[in-house]
């Protein structure tokens, strides 16, 4: 199954707390909630449908998944909430346990090698030699640690960024800070009214990198 990481992110490359002001404030952010404002139902909302169509499961860090199991249940009734609440979701934490995971099918990854769960995971249905076949998609939302962490093991097939038209001048970053040059490809852009860039990246070739 491909990996696709799904983030709002700010010009600046931050992904920290796009949907609240109590979602995370580590390092002390004071932005929580910043993507609200740019958010085009019309042209956004389609793009998150899409993508949420051909996912099979979903993969989360401990603080996001907690965001996600306070807000989702509730909203029981509505098609997407529901798509939210009825799919698999692998939840990778070294402090929460078994009786924690009270959102409907989520699961814990093994705690000592959690991307080597998620890798077993992905390899368990891959179409061909790039992970681009038919076997559908996990989706990390948000989770920037845990998707930095992916990202670094050469785990990410594509890459779906919502890139708001705000600079926002420090926060958590989704692309690890290790000076390796990571080329992408662009495969579908469309603007938003709001400004924002609907992006769609994959990994393109090494030989890309410039000298």
């Known amino acids: 199954m491909r990996i696709i990481l799904s983030d709002f992110m700010s010009l600046d490359g931050v992904v920290q707390a796009p949907g609240g002001p109590d979602e995370d404030a580590d390092g002390g952010f004071q932005h929580g909630g910043w993507s609200h ?6 042209a956004m909302g389609p793009a998150i449908s899409e993508v949420m169509e051909g996912t099979e499961a979903l993969l989360f860090g401990r603080r ?3 965001s996600m199991a306070a807000a989702w249940p509730e909203r029981a009734g509505d098609p997407f909430a529901d798509r939210m609440n009825e799919i698999p979701k ?5 402090t929460l346990g078994p009786d924690d995971m009270t959102w409907t099918n989520s699961s814990l990854l093994p705690a000592d090698d959690a991307i ?4 077993k995971l992905r390899d368990a249905d891959s179409g061909d030699a790039h992970g681009r076949g038919d076997g559908g998609c996990m989706q990390v939302m948000g989770s920037p640690t845990l998707a930095a962490q992916l990202i670094s093991a050469g785990l990410v097939d594509e890459y779906r960024l ?6 926002l001048g420090g926060g958590k970053r989704l692309f690890p800070d290790d000076g390796q040059a990571r080329p992408l490809e662009l495969v579908s852009v469309k603007v938003a009214s709001t400004g924002v860039h609907i992006c769609t ?3 393109a070739a090494a030989a890309a990198v410039p000298s």
Do not use: K, L
């Open 162 to 167: 919502m890139i708001e038209p705000i600079v």
């Open 64 to 66: 996001t998944w907690q």
């Open 90 to 94: 692998h939840v990778a934490s070294r």
């Open 116 to 119: 080597g769960a998620i890798r």
């Open 37 to 42: 404002p740019y958010f085009d139902m019309d």
């Open 201 to 203: 990246y994959r990994p």
